[in-house]
């Protein structure tokens, strides 16, 4: 399947801010995991003005369930309570040392494994891997909007843009693609309430916004 053009429709910088390691939308906000200093910030999407400033082990991806943060850090996924930082749990037995990106959905986390290009379904109370999808490209962000699995590829080490894709979330088969500027790099991703995906970049710490676009045909 040929990839189409990426839109980008926002831009997003922060004070203080290198790079961008997870990103999630609590309905309201952005947040998103500053690098390895172990920050967690949340941000207006419009005005891109920083609500938050958590101290919190989170280094990769970032989610949230409704209720609680889910961030990846130190080798474990886990659960952070929004309002303080603190971490209220975490998922049992699980090596989150290669995950790149973290999703939920459905009482399940979904977890991008970058260098074995996968996505893993887990079960948070156990750790168990319930599923696994394989890609062939550096996995990295994953979210789900609209009963979709996205995720995206970081093809910088491969000759190849980065792109957002839109894969079956039982099969893993491509359905569609959107391909970023060849300068840009792709951390997370997480979709919002308003039709965008929104990106992180690892290189600069920038946070950018896609359209989503309509199903190809």
Do not use: N
């Not at 995991?33 to 938050?52: I, K, N, W």
């Not at 889910?70 to 080798?75: L, R």
């Amino acid at each position: 399947m040929k990839a189409r053009q990426a839109e980008i429709i926002a831009e997003r910088t922060f004070e203080g801010v290198e790079s961008i390691h997870g990103v999630t939308f609590d309905g309201q906000a952005v947040w998103f995991a500053h690098g390895d200093r172990g920050d967690l910030l949340s941000a207006e999407p419009e005005s891109g003005r920083v609500l938050r400033r958590l101290k919190a082990p989170a280094s990769a991806g970032v989610a949230f369930d409704g209720h609680h943060l889910w961030v990846v850090g130190g080798g474990r996924i886990r659960k952070i309570d929004p309002t303080s930082g603190a971490a209220v749990g975490e998922v049992p037995g699980f090596d989150a040392t290669p995950v790149s990106g973290l999703a939920w959905a459905d009482g399940a986390l979904y977890a991008g494994i970058y260098r074995e290009r996968k996505i893993l379904k887990i079960d948070p109370e156990r750790g168990a891997v319930l599923r696994t999808l394989v890609s062939d490209r550096l996995v990295t962000g994953v979210t789900w909007t609209d009963g979709d699995l996205w995720h995206g590829v970081m093809c910088e080490e491969e000759g190849a843009p980065s792109e957002l894709r839109r894969v079956d979330s039982q099969s893993g088969e491509v359905l569609d693609r959107l391909a970023l500027p060849e300068s840009v790099r792709l951390s997370g991703v997480e979709a919002d309430a308003s039709g965008r995906l929104w990106c992180g970049d690892p290189a600069t710490g920038r946070l950018r916004a896609v359209k989503k676009p309509r199903k190809a045909v």
